[in-house]
């Protein structure tokens, strides 16, 4: 029987589940996922853990106890993510050790109302990796304007990140620019950066959609043609520029004590558009080098009738330019859709965290009773 996701990773792809809870946790569900399906890593986000928390039996104990001490929501939500996230780190330790930091990573989020407020961030980022206390755990922080600072002066402070909402190629440099000197900075400040690790969280399929949207109101011939493109070729262009960055003098410098590039992360990779093949954003994006994070309908989907016909990522970027030109000549903004594709992004966790909130405030006043 083919085993297609060992297929997809001795390609190189690193697959990550995006996704986390504590029925996960309890029930052994994660760690079949890293014995049979080859998963080495862990994505989360507040959506995440707002359905997460929204099964109330497996947090029941643990709420009753937090609303007994009569703890506010927001650090109930604390102690519950960053449990969660500490359990599932130990899970991984096995798959950090053996891919020496590599994998084996697991990821827990800023709050998304700190998104366009650099000094909170990085406070908050901080507070977030000594709570969980574990080396192979990424805080989560978005690719916002306020937010580059604050990712370089995290990695700076030694402190292992994750780049997410990002959409846009220049965002995309000035993230791993900033991922570069944060490095530098941490070897300045004297911490060990072969443990210190950074992935760049590039979303696909909302560009798609986003797109995909705009074409259908053109609704020629010549729109239809470009729809389901433009995520594909965006992605591709930003390993280009990946390619290019970690082969400048820069990077080779930085090399030299051990510090790992940060990889380029395949996010949104769920299909949205049942008009296309399910496993799309995972068949289209290969290559050796990235990660890519999936739903565990994704997961699944490719484990069935997932196809791995070799690097699928390296071929044509100038093909990947011409999608981009053809829809700019069409009227479709880059620079527009991915600016609009950033601040839903943001808005979205925000509602997130709002309904995580409003989870977490019932169940201890209900707890307090």
Do not use: C
Not at 269 to 297: F, R
Not at 302 to 330: M, N, Q, S
């Amino acid at each position: 029987m083919t085993d297609r996701l060992k297929d997809l990773a001795d390609a190189g792809v690193s697959i990550w589940l995006d996704d986390l809870s504590r029925q996960r946790l309890t029930s052994g569900s994660l760690q079949n996922l890293i014995h049979d399906q080859h998963i080495s890593g862990v994505t989360t986000n507040p959506t995440i853990f707002a359905k997460a928390i929204s099964d109330a039996d497996a947090y029941a104990e643990q709420v009753q106890r937090l609303g007994a001490e009569g703890v506010s929501t927001d650090q109930a939500i604390r102690v519950i993510t960053t449990d969660d996230v500490r359990a599932a780190a130990d899970l991984f330790k096995p798959v950090y050790d053996d891919t020496e930091g590599v994998d084996g990573r697991v990821s827990i989020e800023v709050e998304p109302g700190l998104a366009r407020e650099t000094e909170k961030t990085i406070a908050q980022a901080k507070e977030l990796w000594a709570t969980v206390g574990r080396e192979n755990v990424y805080v989560k922080i978005p690719a916002t304007k306020e937010g580059i600072p604050a990712i370089a002066e995290t990695l700076a402070a030694g402190i292992s990140v994750n780049v997410t909402l990002i959409f846009s190629l220049d965002r995309y440099k000035a993230v791993v620019d900033a991922f570069l000197t944060g490095v530098e900075k941490a070897i300045d400040n004297g911490h060990d950066v072969t443990k210190l690790g950074s992935v760049a969280s590039f979303f696909v399929s909302r560009v798609d959609s986003e797109v995909d949207k705009r074409l259908d109101a053109i609704g020629t011939d010549e729109a239809k043609a470009l729809k389901g493109k433009a995520a594909i070729a965006n992605a591709r262009l930003a390993f280009e520029a990946y390619e290019e960055i970690f082969s400048s003098d820069r990077w080779r410098e930085i090399e030299t004590v051990g510090a790992k590039p940060q990889r380029p992360l395949w996010a949104s990779t769920g299909v949205k558009d049942p008009a296309y093949k399910n496993t799309m954003y995972v068949e289209e994006l290969i290559t050796s080098g990235v990660v890519n994070t999936m739903p565990q309908a994704t997961i699944d989907a490719f484990a069935e009738h997932g196809d791995v016909p070799g690097d699928t990522v390296r071929a044509d970027y100038d093909g990947d330019r011409k999608v981009i030109a053809d829809l700019e000549a069409l009227g479709i903004s880059y620079d527009e859709v991915v600016q609009v594709l950033e601040d839903e992004g943001v808005s979205k966790f925000e509602v997130s965290w709002t309904e995580l909130q409003n989870t977490v405030t019932a169940a201890l006043k209900a707890a307090a009773k």
